[in-house]
């Protein structure tokens, strides 16, 4: 299956600064990327969807300023959380998907997740 | 009422048991169903993926897709302890939300050695 990667696995940081996640679609071209959280035992909950070129749609609830997201090219999309506090501590999983295109419509290929930890 | 329902378990079976994971849905303009395997800590890995109605089959697991129900399911024979994950069904409408699916809460199976 087409592979997806994020960068970094796990990131500890203090409280206030501010954390850069990288997703990568190595095999494919994204036309759109999905940024998900997902806390202990629970489901994904979408936060963005961001197509290469145009501002992300965020989901309702989720702070654009706080959450900033850049799909530069369409193998490449990052998520920077700002000013991070530890309620934004979590599990941060991207998605990437050629739409219309390839072998599966409409799947999403799912990167390994970042685990960010903020003191 | 959410537009995707999934029994989160979890489910304990004995290793060699047939499993049946379950969705229901309420959006009857979805027309792409999938059912991921997330491990603890990884990332969600697509399994099955099914278009419209029908029966799919790939070794060990097959998926069943029933649009006049709203119902989907997903089937593993034989199961191992490497089954063992957390089982998330999601669904998409295709066509201008391309790309963008609802997922189930997940259903945790546990397969016993």
């Known amino acids: 299956g087409a592979v997806v990667s994020q960068h970094p696995s796990r990131v500890i940081c203090k409280s206030g600064t501010s954390v850069k996640i990288e997703c990568r679609s190595l095999?494919?071209?994204?036309?759109?990327m999905f940024w998900y959280r997902q806390f202990p035992k629970k489901s994904l909950m979408l936060m963005a969807t961001s197509n290469e070129g145009s501002k992300a749609t965020y989901e309702q609830g989720v702070e654009k300023d706080k959450f900033l997201i850049n799909h530069a090219s369409l193998t490449l999309s990052t998520l920077t959380v700002t000013s991070a506090h530890p309620e934004d501590s979590s599990f941060y999983i991207c998605?990437?998907?050629?739409?219309?295109?390839?072998?599966?419509?409409?799947?999403?290929?799912f990167g390994p997740g970042t685990r960010l930890t903020v003191l | 009422q959410k537009e995707v329902e999934q029994d989160p378990g979890p489910l304990s079976v004995p290793e060699g048991a047939i499993v049946s994971l379950n969705c229901t849905y309420s959006n009857s303009a979805f027309q792409y169903f999938m059912w991921y395997r997330q491990y603890s800590r990884k990332g969600p890995e697509l399994l099955m993926y099914t278009y419209s109605s029908g029966n799919k089959e790939d070794g060990r697991f097959t998926a069943q897709v029933d649009k006049s129900s709203k119902y989907i399911s997903l089937f593993i024979r034989d199961s191992q302890p490497s089954d063992s994950a957390t089982y998330l069904c999601?669904?998409?409408?295709?066509?201008?939300?391309?790309?963008?699916?609802?997922f189930g809460d997940g259903t945790t199976l546990t397969v016993k050695p």
């Open positions: 095999d494919f071209q994204a036309t759109t």
């Open positions: 999601a669904m998409s409408e295709g066509g201008t939300n391309a790309g963008k699916s609802t």
């Open positions: 998605s990437a998907t050629s739409g219309t295109s390839g072998r599966y419509t409409d799947t999403q290929y």
